[in-house]
């Protein structure tokens, strides 16, 4: 079983940047491909970026393509979201999730969530 807590959520002004850090413990971090979602109250999960088991192979959403970048860590179980230019509309719940190999992109363990606002 993955435990996933994720970390760096705050409240910033449209422009400024931040970076979401999610650890992973409890299984082989580097068996996962790992992603990051965003969802609001009433409105359908985003898959905002993933990144594969090496990080050699990375996938973004066009809402955030261009500004937010997706890493990992495997020596330290840990995958970071950073988000450069926050608008608005950025402004939601932001979840990491891991998906086991050979699941077809089934994300079986979710994070808690962190809060990002973004204040115009």
């Known amino acids: 079983q993955v435990q996933l807590v994720e970390s760096g959520g705050g409240l910033v002004q449209a422009g400024v940047s931040l970076r979401l850090s999610c650890v992973a413990s409890?299984?082989?971090?580097?068996?996962?491909?790992m992603g990051w979602f965003r969802q609001s109250p009433g409105k359908e999960r985003e898959k905002v970026a993933v990144?594969?088991?090496?990080?050699?192979?990375?996938y973004y959403a066009d809402s955030v393509k261009g500004r937010f970048t997706i890493s990992r860590d495997n020596a330290k179980n840990t995958v970071h979201l950073r988000m450069n230019s926050l608008k608005p509309e950025d402004t939601t719940v932001y979840y990491c999730?891991?998906?086991?190999?050979?699941?077809?992109?089934?994300?079986?363990?979710w994070g808690q969530g962190t809060q990002v606002t973004v204040s115009s």
């Open positions: 999730a891991a998906s086991p190999p050979r699941s077809s992109g089934r994300y079986d363990y």
């Open positions: 409890g299984g082989t971090f580097s068996w996962y491909a």
């Open positions: 990144i594969s088991m090496s990080g050699s192979n990375t």
